[in-house]
């Protein structure tokens, strides 16, 4: 069991979250660190995410996780001891418990890279337990695992979308795809160069996708961006189209919504008439892009719920792990060496 002072942690691509027993979520910010001259750190989080793109040459904008898992251990390292130091006042963290959500289809190597980080940073540490992202996700939105009822999630992440089918606590068969927010939003940013001739950063390309975005066209919309013009240098403000938005991202949509299509074609036959009857969870940051859900709908003829508050959903379902006991034998726990 899990003693008084018990942190979940979801280390996400784009955002960091930390949940401490008893007071909920206390971290929801940018997972970005700003370091100037290499060595001292500028800026963490939400902070640091506002000079991303705007930086001087001294100031390098980094974010240490990469495709779901952790790129650089030293400046992630480096940004959850300043959080945790935040937590604790600017005071050395007392020991405690925690529990950690990683993805699935990552390797042992990669999955012990979030043990040692912990380890390794100013948290004093008691004990430490792994949580499947996917069975995670499932908790936050509220949806019973114990039972023999199979469940589809599907967490829309920054860089990767987990397809997952889930029974009796356990993953029943899963696929981790290269694909998410930041796919979509580099292949705006490359459309715009292409059809308008300008340039423009990753936030005005996430703007446009949350604004525009559409993931089959029903109306049209248009949005007006500011940007550097490829011919001349000089920055100008141009009108961009959703339908334009829409040809940036339909190819990987197309290409989650296939890898869903496969992961249903392999799911066992009882638990397929379970996701008939429950249907599709959508989860993650891109959960919400427009149309989305009805397009894949459409393309699998199964209804589709967007999970309630999709951007906390895996760092709610380690909430419930700390909070309820019942939980605990979902998790794994990891043996120091």
Do not use: W
């Not at 130091?85 to 925690?98: E, F, G, L, V």
């Not at 991202?249 to 496969?262: K, L, V």
């Amino acid at each position: 069991m899990f003693g008084r002072k018990v942190y979940g942690l979801d280390f996400g691509t784009k955002e960091l979250k930390i949940y401490k027993k008893g007071r909920g979520l206390l971290v929801s910010e940018k997972n970005v660190i700003a370091i100037e001259n290499k060595k001292k750190i500028l800026a963490i989080g939400d902070e640091a995410y506002e000079m991303f793109e705007k930086a001087p040459d001294n100031v390098e904008v980094i974010f240490p996780v990469k495709n779901g898992v952790i790129a650089d251990i030293n400046y992630m390292e480096g940004l959850f001891s300043s959080f945790m130091t935040r937590i604790n006042n600017s005071r050395k963290p007392q020991s405690a418990d925690y529990v950690v959500a990683v993805p699935t289809d990552i390797t042992d190597v990669e999955k012990r890279a979030f043990t040692d980080l912990i380890m390794s940073s100013v948290a004093k540490v008691k004990s430490i337990r792994i949580v499947e992202k996917p069975i995670a996700a499932a908790l936050g939105a509220r949806l019973d695992i114990h039972n023999a009822h199979g469940v589809m999630m599907v967490d829309l992440g920054a860089d990767t979308t987990e397809i997952s089918v889930l029974s009796l606590g356990g993953i029943v068969i899963s696929k981790l795809l290269p694909i998410g927010g930041n796919t979509l939003d580099d292949s705006i940013a490359l459309l715009v160069k292409k059809k308008c001739g300008l340039y423009i950063g990753k936030k005005t390309a996430e703007m446009l996708k949350i604004n525009i975005g559409c993931a089959y066209p029903t109306e049209d919309m248009n949005q007006d961006i500011f940007g550097r013009d490829v011919v001349s240098g000089l920055p100008v403000n141009k009108e961009v189209n959703s339908m334009l938005v829409y040809d940036a991202m339909s190819e990987y949509i197309s290409n989650i919504i296939d890898s869903i299509r496969i992961i249903l074609e392999r799911t066992p036959p009882e638990i397929s008439s379970d996701i008939i009857d429950s249907g599709i969870y959508l989860t993650g940051g891109c959960a919400h892009i427009r149309q989305l859900d009805k397009l894949i709908s459409k393309q699998t003829e199964l209804s589709v719920n967007i999970c309630d508050d999709s951007l906390n959903t895996v760092a709610n379902g380690i909430g419930r792990v700390i909070e309820d006991g019942s939980y605990l034998k979902i998790s794994s726990d990891f043996k120091k060496k």
